[in-house]
């Protein structure tokens, strides 16, 4: 490729080189460069290199000698080694059939597209796999019943009481689904309102909770306000889910310490508990849906039954304080305790954006 045309190869944006008819490598812009991790001083050093020594990618090499042969080839979608595994689908063009053809290989990104197919296929299987256990357990209870249990008055209560706790199951299913469908829509109801409102709100409607699993529960408020501008019934469902989570992991003796605060510019949230904890790996990955650690499986509840959870609620956490511009962490220790902390930029109301007061209308 002439020296001249070299800004416009850069100017792209996306990953593009030339090679000969005998796959030797006649331009490389500066992206496909950074794609096959090629040190961009070595640029003008890599013409005259075969594609397949530089690239190390036999798919791209035959698609290469394919648009030789017949003018085009692809688009195909490639799988290219880095940092992570990079999707993209390449086309080939070539500028004729003689010897001294050049052809001009093409890069476009689909990674994300990639991903979040990934993603969608996986939360599809996911739903499948958590439908279809109370089902079937509903369905087997139903038969037996239907057979002649329901004649037993002992078993048939046993039966229908099961049937009860997997339908309220499924319920609390589609609760979430709801719930992360709309955390996951960018139309929400903002105003201005004090964090420490909702926070004192959530902690009382828990306070009974903790009391019923002996988990010492404990406040700490600033005496000043604490101004963010939100969806508030989304940062209550946030509130909630982190208390709650806090007090369902901990085991009787246990503490959960919720602390509301202004640091800086931002308003923080944080939820201590001295609970079950968890692996480095396991923060990883807690915000994914339907993802739950071993040990939060096997945890027993007050009822003396294993923890009944959907496996969405953190990733409803997540998506809700992303959409309203802020952070959410976390830090633990298997067997020590967790700490979730929530950031939301501070803002304060303008004098007339305040909501009067119901009471005086």
Known sequence: MRPGWTWLSDALDVPFLVVDSKRDIRHINKHAQALFSLDKKRGKGLVGKSLLAITRNKQL??????????????????IIRSTKDLTFQVRAV????????????FFSDLTDIEHLRTVRTDFVANVSHELRTPLASIRALAETLNYGAISDPVMSERFLGTIIKEVDRLVRLSEDLLLL?????????????DLRDVVQDVYDRLASVADRRGVQYKLSLPDTNVFICADYSELD??????????????SQGGSVHVTCAQVGQDATLSIADTGIGMLVEDTERIFERFWRADRARKMV???????????LGLSIVKHIVEA???TITVKSELGIGSTFTVRLPISEPEPYAVDPDPKDE
Not at 96 to 103: E, I, N, R, T
Not at 237 to 250: A, E, H, R, S
């Open 181 to 193: 469908t709309r955390a996951e829509s960018t139309v929400r109801s903002l105003g201005h309102f």
């Open 61 to 78: 090499d035959e698609i290469a000698k394919k648009a030789i042969r017949s003018g085009q080839a692809g688009p195909i979608s490639i």
């Open 237 to 250: 469902q946030v509130v909630f889910n982190l208390i709650d989570n806090g007090i369902k992991y901990t």
């Open 301 to 311: 509840n007050d009822q003396g039954s294993t923890t009944s959870g959907t496996g």
């Open 94 to 105: 070539s500028s004729g059939s003689d010897s001294a053809s050049l052809v001009a290989l």
């Open 324 to 326: 309203n511009m802020g």
